[in-house]
């Protein structure tokens, strides 16, 4: 892969003005030889493998850095769901092993590690439901453990079961971490049309499909993309502004690329893809809401969001496209509210609502993310606001979820102060009409 001196410097403008970065450097290993009937030795074999398949990522990462002056955020570990490999055991609580699975991750430096989950698309499982009933514990109780449940998919339809018991779960969830700004919540997602290779948190999952230890990269660069199209004039027309979203991600994807390949050859294991998703920091001019604004629309949420998304998101993933042959995972523009600050800013101005998020979902990369909502609400309108993005996503055949955080105590207008790239969340009004019948019936939403 030939890089020019003149890609060079301009990688390295986009790094020191632009903050552009490596989201994260994720390896993905398969826990298939782990399994055991004894929670012990599940417990045991878990933490060995992960520690000796990941032993060298972190310094890896370090020397990238150094090397070739692109930070690289997060060091992450995807593993494969603990519903399956945990299955033969017959213990209630799964909790052992996301002890397991963060003291890993605390050994080896890592910042996240993803796979405490399930695919209940079709039906739920034994170890599904224990794995379900052990999230709210194993997620207050760790610090880096990261749970997502697939609940829908193209062809199963929505499993409106799985969704109302995940409702249920979410709020548990916030009513543990009450006193930490209701935090575990925000390390739970529900899918449909869960991907086998993202390396993205908290729905970063190892596929039974990969391989058996492979390197995914996520690259963002949101400044980077504002920063580009800032260069045109009012006057340019969407196509020219099209022309320029896919340029600036053909860059930011070789960045992504070289470290990809480099950081595979030297960890001796296969390289996987490259996520081109444009993931938004709480930094001032690291938005996603911005570069939707300097598109023309005069404040994110405003009429002509929806558009101008959907314009950003299929840009992106031409301009990706091009730049390396294994763009995948999530690929586009992520629209996290809490770690927007833009973002932040519209909800704030009343700008955003929740259904207009929702709206939004239907173009993005994923769906509603880092939404807080007042801790009163009822839980049959949180599994409708799940069953809405669900049937989004299977209609449309595209990946969507919802994360979304129960401020336990907190009403609308109130904020969630997690910090970090997680930023902070305003407490969103959420529409009281729900009702209590719809979210109770059970069964499936065949194929739509």
């Known amino acids: 892969m030939a890089i020019t001196p003149e890609e060079v410097f301009e990688t390295l403008n986009m790094v020191s003005q632009q903050n552009l970065d490596i989201r994260t450097i994720t390896m993905g290993i398969s826990l298939a030889g782990c399994a055991d009937p004894s929670m012990d030795a599940l417990c045991r074999k878990i933490y060995d493998h992960i520690c000796t398949a990941a032993q060298n990522l972190v310094p890896t990462a370090e020397a990238l850095e150094r090397e070739y002056g692109i930070p690289i955020i997060n060091k992450r570990i995807s593993v494969s769901p603990i519903a399956q490999v945990a299955a033969c055991c017959p213990d209630e609580s799964f909790v052992p092993v996301a002890h397991a699975l963060d003291r890993a991750a605390q050994t080896l430096g890592i910042d996240y590690l993803g796979g405490f989950s399930a695919m209940v698309q079709k039906g739920i499982g034994d170890g599904d439901r224990r794995l379900i009933h052990s999230i709210p514990e194993a997620l207050a109780t760790t610090q880096r453990v990261c749970s997502s449940v697939n609940v829908a998919s193209l062809r199963a339809g929505v499993n409106m079961d799985a ?11 916030a009513e543990l971490t009450r006193d930490e700004q209701c935090v575990a919540a925000s390390k739970l997602v529900v899918f449909a049309n869960m991907v086998e290779d993202s390396p993205f948190m908290a729905g970063a999952v190892h596929g039974p499909g990969e391989a058996d230890a492979v390197i995914n990269v996520g690259v963002s660069g949101p400044g980077v993309m504002a920063a580009a199209l800032e260069e045109l004039p009012a006057t340019a027309s969407l196509g020219d502004v099209a022309e320029r979203i896919k340029q600036t991600a053909f860059k930011i994807t070789r960045a992504g690329e070289l470290m990809s390949r480099e950081a595979a050859r030297r960890l001796g294991v ?3 893809i490259v996520d081109l998703s444009l993931a938004p920091t709480p930094a001032v001019g690291d938005s996603v809401a911005r570069i939707i604004e300097i598109i023309g629309v005069g404040q ?13 998101n299929d840009a992106v993933k031409k301009g990706g496209v091009m730049a390396s042959s294994s763009v995948g995972g999530l690929s586009g523009a992520f629209i996290p509210v809490s770690e927007d600050a833009d973002m932040i800013r519209a909800a704030q101005d009343g700008a955003i609502s929740l259904e207009k998020l929702e709206a939004m979902t239907c173009v993005c990369s994923v769906g ?3 939404i807080a909502i007042p801790g009163d609400t009822p839980v049959e309108a949180l ?3 799940i069953a809405d993005e669900m049937a989004i996503g299977v209609i449309n055949n595209k990946t969507t979820a919802v994360r979304i955080i129960p401020a336990i105590g907190k009403k609308a207008g109130d904020t969630l102060v997690f910090g970090g790239l997680f930023g902070e969340a305003p407490v969103m009004e959420v529409n009281p009409h729900a009702g209590t019948v719809f979210a109770h019936r059970g069964g499936h939403i065949p194929r739509l």
Do not use: Y
């Open 163 to 173: 969704v109302d018991l995940m409702a249920h779960k979410i709020f548990e969830c």
């Open 270 to 272: 296969a390289k996987g």
């Open 300 to 312: 994110c949420g405003g009429p002509g969001t929806t558009a101008a998304l959907a314009m950003l």
């Open 368 to 370: 509603l993310d880092m």
């Open 383 to 385: 599994a409708g606001i």
